[in-house]
């Protein structure tokens, strides 16, 4: 059975920085692309940033390139994702996700439950 497991979410002011991480089992961990969705209450899912089985090649959402940064460490089947200069507009659920080749987020990709993220201005 395949599980996915969000931490590191919270609280924190404008301009701060979270680092969320995500384990997945039940999987082979480098068959897969990895990637963070985000929803903000009223909006819909969106994705914020994807990383390939490799680590090489990543894609970032206009809204956080250059605040956020996307890494994988395959030997402990972890997933990282290093928010700085955190806004408001930030705010969400952040979902991890797994899907073999990209992060499509279709029917056959493993979702996290989610982690809270609150940026208060």
């Known amino acids: 059975q395949v599980q996915v497991v969000e931490s590191g979410g919270g609280s924190v002011q404008a301009g701060g920085s979270l680092r969320l991480s995500c384990t997945a089992s039940?999987?082979?961990?480098?068959?897969?692309?990895l990637g963070w969705f985000r929803q903000a209450p009223g909006k819909e899912r969106e994705a914020v940033s994807c990383?390939?089985?490799?680590?090489?090649?990543?894609y970032y959402a206009d809204s956080v390139k250059g605040r956020f940064t996307i890494s994988r460490d395959n030997a402990k089947n972890t997933l990282y994702l290093q928010m700085n200069s955190l806004k408001s507009e930030d705010t969400a659920t952040y979902y991890c996700?797994?899907?073999?080749?990209?992060?499509?987020?279709?029917?056959?990709?493993?979702w996290g439950q989610g982690t809270q993220v609150t940026v208060s201005s």
């Open positions: 039940g999987l082979t961990f480098d068959d897969y692309a």
């Open positions: 990383i390939t089985w490799s680590g090489y090649g990543s």
């Open positions: 996700m797994a899907e073999r080749s990209w992060c499509y987020g279709r029917d056959d990709a493993y």
